[in-house]
């Protein structure tokens, strides 16, 4: 929609030649779990929630789960809950549902064989090349989700990309979401974490969106605390969310080796139960709340200690864990772009390809992390966030655009060029040369010698200086002057009310 | 096999606790083409050969040709080929065979969802972190197979790797086969250009394997010069190998919109004109010879007239090509590690992930070049050769290790360690720890502390120690001292008598 001003303002990068498009998987997903095992996985999640149970560290939920019939230890904080109860609960959650975004032609499906880009999300970190690694500011947030609204492969831009470490904890809801606001009109997510922060952000949508809200315009990530526990800022996220129904991407952040058993299968178990608690806990709240299934399975790096983002184990944990949510008619979530590198070097391009591709094949519905992340989730790097938004352009083209007809057999210009010729001057090359084939803006195919000759910029710095020149081409889209008006009193009001004061006391 | 005597030589790379493999594909095949799809491209690549044709310049073939009843044009050197004889001629070939290695532990089989890697092919450059960009030499190539040898996720070693230009160009075949068979006991691949070359090969194979020989102890990809043509150079390979019974990987090259049409169904109608074209010569020379459908399709990039290594057109290529050859039930070839990149950086990582991905995808049974390209084709790199060769031993990880019983199901494990516990010190974790994981010798997942206490190395650096301390770690394999002796003598005779010769002439 904002195609021909976005042409003129840059018209040396390429990707601003393409439109904003909704995606969709043309082939079936790769199912690494035979149906058997997918059983097995099924029945082992469930007695883990009936013999084992699980951990809700709030007194509301407990009340909540007690009064649908699970058997609850209040003292011990602790459900038991049956698989008949559980799996009614989670039919409610619908397949697909629509999230809204301010501009209509940004809103996106979630669910069946959709796809979703969104950015990286909750950096403490920065990092560029100039300026090395430093910690996040409001001014670094703006600018990544300016480069997330000006690059059209990403479906998402607003969201909690950096953390703003220059703003105070309590305040950080409040700021993010005016310069999301500005920023951007694709869609939103944001942070639900205890009670306060999400009535703040619905009250606040609703001065962007309309009171009463169209329907979804915001999500956010729910982590389980593994092994087996949603603690008291994670409950209250679901509960205020799931009350006005915006989405819930309920995420158990599994490590095999340590917070779960050391078998992949195991840790899959672990996550299927600990995700449909969740799931189920929104259900009690408010059926029909629409969640996202989340899976986050890796595994322990034994020799550091550390997550290792991306395994064999981890693309494991993506396939079985879509194959799991696809079993309960359930949206799902994976990553990209997940790396252990500390550098935007080669370990992280080809970490960040072995978490995109298992996400894509899996028809992972909404892929977060899809840009920018370095150091397993501490950095969000400028220059990587254009390298693996060069992967995001080559799938959107490689998901779309093969056909096979009569036409583009074309036997016939076969014939005419006939043997030992080449195509470079037929008419069908000349007509179709501009857009025939994905056009990289990161990528280069030049001799060596002509490299030599431009000065041998390696994959860094043409970063450095692409995701600069997406900078200098964002244009901010418009927003009504009484929307600001409105936004800037509410946290003008909720800045003096919450200035140090602790949000989860 | 030598296990043990690896693990002592060099304890601090974790690749070489790893056996070797041999690998199969789990899961069914990424079919990204339509049955209906398959079948215009079928039909489409028959119309080529039948109404178009294809030039064969060499009398041999085109008189082979007019034998069986095809319609030759000798002035021209044309041949129109009609679908029933021609389907009739490839249906011979083998749908699998074996590969014969010295040690038979290596053997290896061509077909079924059999994966096996190869190293990159004929490079006339090599390069290096310290070395820079230099013309390869023998003592390059020697040090290539070497690593190919010593690497255990690669199943040949042997291989035209690198173009040793210290050596006359009519005497290369004859030390590389000396380096080769000194060098590794893995299989052999060679180059059969011309009808010399691959008769030297066979009758020092037959030295080195015995005569008569015990099968297929070599193969040689074949290239169709696009658009549907097949010189002098490349029949002559065919038409010796298939007398020998040696394998052939029949690979067209093409670059849409360069030597073939600009769209990509008609650039796999044309590939698969030309390689079932090839095929069926080597079945026309000798029934039964078992051929290799090779897929090479790419585009071309309209901005500098390169090949696109890799693009998401080349996924098509591959997937689609794979398709085609299980409908011709034939063993199929893709790449790995394909890139336009004149360093081993990101973009250099992210496209050898874009071709190796779909290459295991499609089911290749033969990954040629999978470790070690650069810049397109014409270097060797050090560095990228073990890049590389950390995502083959994921993928050796990933297609072979994931089991679901209630052994790796574990719930009794998740029950033991309860609610927000850990399984760190757990009796599964402790007694599995070691191996549970894939290992990885390059990859690092230290925090970022560690990682500049220890030097700040990124990826390019940690690979220049990795790939020396591999070429330390190498260990001859066993080889008779008659063989030596035979091999010797027939390569010196050999020098003497084509020195300064024209092979080709």
Redesign the interface.
Known sequence: MTRSRRVRAAPTIPWLNQPFRHLTN??TP????TED?LD??HD?SM??LE?????FMDAEALSLWEKAGAKVDHAAQ?VWIDRGLLLELVSHAPPTFTWHARHPDYSLTIGGNHINFAPTAGMPYVSDLRGG?RTGTLADYENFVKLAHTIPFLHFAGGPLVEPQDIPLSLRHLHRMRVMVHTTNKALRSVAHGRVIPEDIVAMLKLVFGDPLPGVVTGAVINV?S???LDDRMIGGIIRFARHRQALIITPFIM???????????AL??QNAEALAGIALAQLVNPGTPVVYGGFTQ??????G????S???G??GTLAGAQLARRYHLPYRASGSLT???????????????AL?PAI?AHANVILHATGML??M?VASYEKFV?DA??LG??H??LH?????E?????H???E????????G?A??QA???T????PA???????E??VSLG?Q???HR?HQLWQDLLRAYEPPPLEQSIQEALDEFITRREGELEGVDLYA
């Open positions: 043309p082939v790769l199912n690494w779990v095992g097995k996985l082992a007695r883990i013999e084992v149970g699980m951990a602790h690694r605390t092994p087996l526990r095999a080796g340590a917070t779960s058993p050391i078998t992949i299968p195991s178990a672990q595994n322990v790096d034994m020799r550091s550390s997550p290792a983002f395994s064999p184990e693309v494991w252990n590198s500390p550098v935007p070097d080669a370990q992280a391009a080809y970490e960040s390809q072995w591709w094949l150091e397993a501490l390298m060069e992967a080559m799938f083209h490689l655009n093969f056909v096979i007809n036409e583009t057999l074309a036997v210009d076969i014939a060029v006939g043997v030992g010729g080449h195509h470079f037929s069908r090359t179709n040369y501009k025939a084939f994905y056009e990161l990528t280069i195919r030049q001799s060596f002509q490299w041998e390696d994959t860094l970063a």
